[in-house]
């Protein structure tokens, strides 16, 4: 099993910047091939944000692309998530999810929003 937990999501205005943090335990990270960001608005379904393995190849949603970084510190087992220049469409709860063993693991979420 892969447990999961984000945090570092909050208020920000347009323009500014976070950086998002999923620590996993159980399991190292190294073992896990892909880790993923998703986000969820009110009334949305879950979108895709990004993607980066364990040989630290990056993909990203168009929408975020050039914006935000994904990373992974296999040391503290733990994925970001930098977001810059943000904007208020980006306002949502942003989820992890590691795939291993052929089984999604997901955290329960960081909340954030973009309003000035």
């Known amino acids: 099993q892969v447990q999961l937990v984000e945090s570092g999501g909050g208020l920000v205005q347009p323009g500014g910047s976070l950086r998002l943090s999923c620590a996993a335990s159980?399991?190292?990270?190294?073992?896990?091939?892909?880790m993923s960001w998703y986000r969820q608005a009110p009334g949305n379904q879950r979108e895709w944000v990004g993607t980066?393995?364990?040989?630290?190849?990056?993909r990203y949603t168009d929408s975020v692309n050039g914006r935000f970084t994904i990373s992974r510190v296999n040391a503290e087992n733990t994925l970001y998530l930098q977001m810059n220049s943000l904007k208020p469409e980006d306002t949502a709860v942003y989820l992890c999810?590691?795939?291993?063993?052929?089984?999604?693991?997901w955290g329960q979420g960081t909340q954030v929003t973009v309003s000035s």
């Open positions: 980066i393995t364990n040989t630290y190849v990056t």
């Open positions: 999810k590691a795939r291993y063993g052929g089984v999604d693991y």
């Open positions: 159980r399991r190292s990270i190294c073992s896990i091939s892909d």
